[in-house]
C-alpha cells in the first residue's frame, strides 16, 4: 500500500472512531436526563416502568385532591377520562393548580401503583394572558377609542 493511502486510511479510521465515540457518550448522557410522557391509561395498564423518572399528565380529578394537615403533602387523582392514577406530592402547589385543570407530574411510579411526584406543573388555558400584557392592552385600548372619539373618527 502505498504510504500517502496509508496515512489517509489511518486519518478516516480515527474520525469514524471519534464520531462513534462522541455519538455513544452523547447517547449515554441523554438516556440517564430522558423523561418519558405516560398518560393514566398507559399507567393503569402496566406500560410505564416502575420506578424510573416519568411525566404523567391529565386533568385532576374533581373531589380527589386531599391535603394533610400540617404539612405541605397533596393526594390527587390525575385522569385522561379513561382511567386515574393517585398521585402523591409534597410540596408548594403552582397557583394554577385546580380541580379539573390540566396538570403534568413528574415522578416515579412506586411498585402500589401510586405515582410519587417530586415537581407538578399546572397548564394553562390556550386563552391565557400574562397580567402585565392584559394591562398594555386594556391601556391601549383604551387610547385608542378616546383619541377615536376626540378626532370624530373610527379605528377598525
Known sequence: MHPLRKKRLTIV?????GIAIAVGLTTYALRQNINLFYDPTQIAAGEAPVDV??????MVEAGSVVREPNSLKVIFRV???NESVPVEYEGILP????EGQGVVAMGRLNDSGRFVADQVLAKHDENYMPPEVADSLKKD????????????SATY
Open 141 to 152: 385600548v383604551a387610547g385608542q377609542s378616546s383619541s377615536a372619539e376626540t378626532t370624530g
Open 53 to 58: 423518572r416519568i411525566r404523567a399528565g391529565g
Open 79 to 81: 385522569t385522561d377520562f
Open 95 to 98: 397557583d394554577l393548580f385546580a
Open 13 to 17: 479510521l480515527f474520525l469514524v472512531a
